[in-house]
């Protein structure tokens, strides 16, 4: 055990130095203005949660290289060693072989969606009967809103940029990412961020408790355990903002010769889409969230109303962030469900070119509608039908998609196993989130719903059978190469039909209830919703079980399963061109791309060829020192 | 398929429309609020039946069949007039439903003609709503109540503000809701159509005791309406009131306060959990005390629980008779 060489015991270093420094900073600054107590636990606090995981980061050793380069010291020659894995502790180590951190991500990601689902069963449980029976009030507002934010910020966002660091370098035919090192930080950053974030259980005051939407003033004024929200979110933006940069550069600069944008797979184009909405809109969270950091820690009063501060602007800031987020988390989905249903339908996407330009549309038309969340706030009136026809009109490129995704699956040849049932899934259930999602565009109908579990339907429809839904599909349809093995068919069919079913049993009977009468985010509630809630929370135990059944599958395939052939799918796009799992640098020739990436059905089409050596590629190995550029 | 997706739509739009979604109409904005979602499931059943119906006729019709496994379907890229109807079509739904949802909207926000309208002021506060029937309303001096009492069949324009965080002002029967915002006060309008009790509910989370932020609406006849408010200045509590009868009337001052939503307390069967359970807390304690925990609440606090929790209005809603009553009753339930 060394505490100079990068790894997990300078790390615990790391964190020990950043607690000191923040009791160096705050004492010190409290001595200098003469203020008492000199020690102040919650100063301390919420220093820490900043210094610490700072700490921890340069520890791992995710910073080395760029602290030698930036003092002038002569850079170490990169010999690969932290490229690429070798044995299972390579996952355990600021690595930069984009395969490596794919899976880093997803493995942590889905041990998050077990953690927050975990919170889901228990909100559940409480709600099965009118009254308090397991929990009280603080804990079961702390419950849910723990459980939004780790399945926001640490499941459904970051399993999308896992999916896609694994498969889209592959997809367009490069030896990695741009920039290998900011990606690996971009991974280390979010266990910082979901650690933080289940750590606030242990504050005193419990868990932050005020949704993942923390509304001020009551953020502002709730216990400490809201920092842990308000600074966990700070590092997941900066790892979403950091991973967004680098999939648009490596998209733009790094596809392989003959890969135009129209020759690239929708996937990627989907993760194009993301990542510009990604860059765009996250500072704003993380803006609204050190006003509520400043009003707390320096007395700041942005959303103090006595002192003149604005409490709607907290949500306009918010909301320009969190409406387009909803379509950061699902554009990604898109992309998988374009993948899977050309492959398994064995037929060319439907108007490829306005799946891509519909993507496009939804980007834009994305910001100009952030005020829908607002329509019961009380800012100025007259925004309100604006915004309704914006939020509306989205449902056109919306409806593009799925029309064409329909059309595609129409006349082919459909394989119906897992991935395609999922992706068939996700076609009508996301179609039901999406009109529920009109509805609510509808000021009037809107006003009434607001705060409803119509809004609990809506949002876990668009998000379990929509983003969710994708992502099992993306993860049975990649696992072969990914892990170089075939999963169980048989219990990958029963995972979905019992998921299917159960979340249906969930989630539907929540429009009802909802324009019924029954608010969002109570621990209690009347008893005319007893019936109901009690059929619900016995479904939603359905649906954590039949997570399991994923869970053992995923497992037992991935030490044990059938070994699988390079392309088992018999798909075009270049990913399935190499071996199962690939080799550490991709390709050992660079492809060159002759044609688009969905053209089955087409005689002797190909999309890219391996032509020997005499291709010359300007991308640059990954690992391969920068040229000091 | 065609045949079979009409069928399947007409079917579906007439459970939908079987279904009760809302709770009672009970005001002239909840009926053209559930006419508008009528509309809305007309419009959007179809579309999700069609979506569904091409999903099982496609897996119907062209799964592989043994023998296809190496077979791949016909290469076809996009078919333009196909693209710009579906791209159309919806639009000119879409464009159709938001033009009438905003007629809808103009309506049910619009002053009534005359200006007959009632002002009541509604003011939110952790965890209890209060309201305040102006001079103008009363005919003599403000009032202020926990109890929301409306006449039917007028308009009601709500001034809605908070102590502080925000909180949300539904009467999921009257179907409108409006946050009141720290620093703001917000308006809205609802025209009361159905004699009965509504609950109130506080729709933004605003804390601990958001889920018992509750209260109730009786909208009861004009005559009525007058008779309550005249009663209103009148003392609940005789003067000069037997001791029996002042617990008794505490007992039920208890419940219509709705504390028992916050505090468990045996005699009156309530479980709260918001704040100290009492049959612990005032067990021994003098009048004086209990008056001051329930006027000043965060002058002296339990163990265990946080400041700014309970609303410190009960001095200010409640008169000196009837808190002379509830301290007699709490007394009396925790000796």
């Known amino acids: 055990m060394s505490f100079r060489a990068p790894g997990f015991p300078r790390a615990g270093l790391g964190i020990l130095v950043g607690v000191g420094l923040a009791y160096a900073i705050v004492c010190s600054v409290r001595a200098l203005y003469g203020w008492d107590p000199v020690v102040d636990g919650d100063a301390v606090l919420q220093v820490a949660l900043i210094a610490a995981p700072l700490g921890f980061l340069i520890g791992l050793g995710a910073f080395d290289y760029w602290f030698r380069w930036a003092i002038g010291a002569p850079t170490l020659p990169e010999d690969h060693s932290g490229h690429g894995a070798r044995s299972w502790k390579d996952y355990f180590r600021v690595n930069t072989d984009h395969k490596v951190i794919g899976v880093q991500y997803m493995v942590t990601s889905f041990v998050f969606l077990g953690i927050g689902g975990m919170f889901a069963m228990l909100v559940r449980a409480e709600l099965a009967q009118p009254g308090m029976q397991f929990v009280d009030p603080n804990a079961f507002n702390g419950l849910f809103s723990v459980h939004a934010s780790v399945l926001i910020f640490l499941f459904i966002i970051p399993v999308f940029a896992g999916i896609a660091n694994y498969v889209l370098p592959l997809m367009i035919g490069a030896p990695d990412m741009a920039f290998p090192r900011l990606n690996a930080l971009s991974f280390w950053l979010l266990p910082v961020a979901g650690v933080m974030m289940l750590l606030s259980f242990l504050a005193p005051g419990g868990a932050f408790a005020t949704g993942w939407t923390a509304y001020a003033p009551l953020s502002t004024e709730a216990p400490i355990g809201q920092v842990f929200f308000t600074i966990g979110v700070q590092f997941a933006g900066a790892s979403s903002i950091a991973t967004a940069l680098n999939f648009l550069v490596t998209i733009v600069t790094m596809r392989a010769p003959g890969m135009s944008f129209f020759r690239m797979p929708l996937l990627v184009w989907a993760n194009f889409a993301t990542s510009l909405l990604v860059v765009i809109a996250t500072p704003f969270v993380a803006a609204s969230q050190f006003f509520v950091l400043l009003d707390r820690a320096l007395g700041f009063n942005f959303f103090n109303a006595a002192k003149g501060g604005d409490v709607l602007m907290y949500q306009h800031v918010f909301w320009f962030y969190s409406h387009p987020a909803v379509y950061i988390m699902m554009l990604p989905g898109f992309g998988i469900i374009s993948e899977i249903i050309a492959v398994k339908a064995r037929k060319p996407i439907f108007g490829y070119r306005m799946m891509a330009f519909s993507l496009l549309a939804i980007v834009v038309l994305g910001f100009t509608v952030w005020a829908h969340h607002m329509f019961v706030s009380g800012m100025q009136e007259w925004i309100r039908v604006p915004m309704m026809i914006t939020t509306a009109v989205i449902a056109v490129p919306t409806g593009i998609k799925i029309f064409s995704w329909l059309a595609t699956l129409w006349r082919g040849v459909l394989h119906l196993d897992t991935p395609m049932l999922f992706a068939l899934g996700f076609l009508t259930m996301f179609t039901l989130g999406g009109i529920s999602g009109v509805t609510l565009a509808m000021v009037p109908f809107d006003i009434h719903v607001s705060d409803t579990y119509y809004i609990v339907a809506h949002i876990h429809y668009v998000l379990f059978g929509g983003s969710l839904f994708t992502i099992f599909a993306g993860v049975y349809y990649w696992f072969p190469k990914i892990t170089g093995r075939m999963y169980d068919e048989r219990l990958g069919r029963w995972h979905f039909w019992t998921t299917f079913v159960a979340f249906n049993c969930t989630f539907a009977p929540m429009h009802l209830i909802g324009i019924e009468g029954m608010p969002r985010r109570v621990a209690d509630y009347a008893e005319t919703f007893a019936g109901w809630n009690l059929f619900i929370s016995i479904a939603s135990f359905v649906v954590g079980l039949s997570t399991l059944i994923f869970v053992y599958n995923m497992v037992t395939s991935w030490r044990a399963g059938v070994r699988a052939p390079a392309n088992p799918w018999r798909a075009m796009t270049l990913e399935w061109q190499v071996s199962s799992p690939p080799p550490i640098f991709n390709f050992d020739t660079i492809p060159t791309v002759v044609g688009g990436p969905y053209e089955y059905g087409v005689p002797g089409a190909v999309h890219g060829v391996f032509k020997d050596a005499e291709v010359k590629t300007t991308a640059t190995p990954a690992g391969a020192a920068p040229a000091g550029d | ?335």
Not at chain 2, 291 to 319: F, H, K, N
Request: with cysteine; hydrophobic share 45%.
């Open chain 2, 1 to 335: 398929m065609v045949v079979a997706g009409v069928i399947a739509s007409a079917i579906g739009i007439v459970l939908a429309l079987a279904i009760e979604w809302f709770p009672t109409v009970a005001a002239t904005q909840t009926k053209k609020i559930s006419t508008l979602y009528d509309v809305l499931l007309i419009a959007s059943v179809p579309i999700f039946v069609l979506v569904v119906t091409v999903v099982v006729a496609a897996v119907i019709r062209f799964r592989m069949r043994p023998g296809q496994e190496d077979q791949d379907g016909p290469p076809i890229h996009g078919n333009t007039r196909l693209e710009v109807i579906w791209t159309v079509l919806p639009a000119l739904l879409i464009l159709g439903l938001c033009t009438y949802s905003y007629i809808v909207l103009e309506d049910i926000e619009k002053a009534p003609a005359a200006a007959q309208e009632l002002r009541i002021g509604v003011h939110g506060e952790q965890f209890a709503w209060t309201f305040t029937y102006p001079e103008e309303v009363t005919g003599g001096e403000e009032l202020t109540t926990t109890e929301l009492v409306l006449p039917v069949d007028r308009s009601v324009r709500f001034s809605i503000t908070t102590a502080d965080v925000i909180h949300d002002f539904w009467v999921p029967d009257f179907a409108m809701k409006l946050d009141a915002v720290p620093g703001l006060t917000t308006h809205y309008r609802v025209t009361p159509t159905r004699l009965g009790t509504y609950p109130v509910v506080c729709a933004e989370l605003c804390g601990l005791g958001h889920s018992v932020m509750r209260s109730r609406v009786r909208v009861v006849e004009q005559a009525e309406f007058e008779r309550w408010l005249a009663e209103q200045s009148t003392p609940a509590v005789e003067e000069g009131a037997g001791p029996d009868e002042q617990v008794a009337a505490g007992k039920q001052i208890f419940a219509s306060e709705g504390c028992g939503g916050c505090h468990t307390l045996a005699d009156a069967g309530s479980g709260g959990q918001i704040g100290p359970n009492l049959d612990d807390v005032l067990k021994g304690v003098d009048e004086a005390k209990i008056r001051e925990d329930i006027v000043d609440p965060d002058a002296q606090i339990a163990a265990g629980y946080g400041a700014g929790i309970m609303p410190s209005t009960y001095g200010q809603t409640l008169s000196d008779s009837e808190l002379d009553a509830l301290v007699a009753y709490l007394k009396e339930a925790t000796k």
